[in-house]
T-cell receptor
Framework: DTGVSQNPRHKITKRGQNVTFRCDPISEHNRLYWYRQTLGQGPEFLTYFQNEAQLEKSRLLSDRFSAERPKGSFSTLEIQRTEQGDSAMYLC???????????FGPGTRLTVL | AQRVTQPEKLLSVFKGAPVELKCNYSYSGSPELFWYVQYSRQRLQLLLRHISRESIKGFTADLNKGETSFHLKKPFAQEEDSAMYYCALSPTSGTYKYIFGTGTRLKVLA
């Protein structure tokens, strides 16, 4: 499968724990996006990378959230001191150009107990 | 503020009936607009984008700048069209923030 992959697919954690998600984009795509999706909502933009540079972060991304994309390949999204409100589907997408389509991964479903 | 509005959460139609999924946007410039679809147990995928002016799976969408709308239409719905549909906006300057609507669930009844 040469599409976008995300790991883990599901994560259950206790409030206050740290979690890290990984996204592997399509190899030639230099643009990478993270989104959060809650029930009944569309994907909400969290952050954007162009190669290894994080060029934009949403105000939704509190200081408990951090994302990296070392070497412009895979990306990680870490949430520290998780809260129940962080429970959501976290989506990753990659593209060659913002005017072209984004290719989405299957998502990581986070449940914070 | 930039916004995408999909007023219908659920749209049910009978097979063979016409379908129109509404999308209105708020953006000061000329955005790039897309429709994404998510079938059951599948990932989100592009259905069509306005710049290509194409028809995919019988669906078309016309950008109306005067009404700031980008409604998705199909003349004859099929059962396999049942899915979640999201309208999305990509700004053309000032930000990389992609904006999605809240989605419309389309149910095509036999």
């Amino acid at each position: 499968d040469t599409g976008v992959s995300q790991n883990p697919r599901h994560k259950i954690t206790k409030r206050g724990q740290n979690v890290t998600f990984r996204c592997d984009p399509i190899s030639e795509h230099n643009r990478l996006y993270w989104y959060r999706q809650t029930l009944g909502q569309g994907p909400e933009f969290l952050t954007y990378f162009q190669n290894e540079a994080q060029l934009e972060k949403s105000r939704l991304l509190s200081d408990r959230f951090s994302a990296e994309r070392p070497k412009g390949s895979f990306s990680t999204l870490e949430i520290q001191r998780t809260e129940q409100g962080d429970s959501a589907m976290y989506l990753c997408a990659s593209s060659l150009d913002p005017r072209l389509e984004q290719f989405f991964g299957p998502g990581t479903r986070l449940t914070v107990l | 503020a930039q916004r995408v509005t999909q007023p219908e959460k659920l749209l049910s139609v009978f097979k063979g009936a016409p379908v129109e999924l509404k999308c209105n946007y708020s953006y000061s410039g000329s955005p790039e607009l897309f429709w994404y679809v998510q079938y059951s147990r599948q990932r989100l995928q592009l259905l069509l984008r306005h710049i290509s002016r194409e028809s995919i799976k019988g669906f078309t969408a016309d950008l109306n700048k005067g009404e700031t709308s980008f409604h998705l239409k199909k003349p004859f719905a099929q059962e396999e069209d049942s899915a979640m549909y999201y309208c999305a906006l990509s700004p053309t300057s000032g930000t990389y923030k992609y904006i999605f609507g809240t989605g419309t669930r389309l149910k095509v009844l036999a």
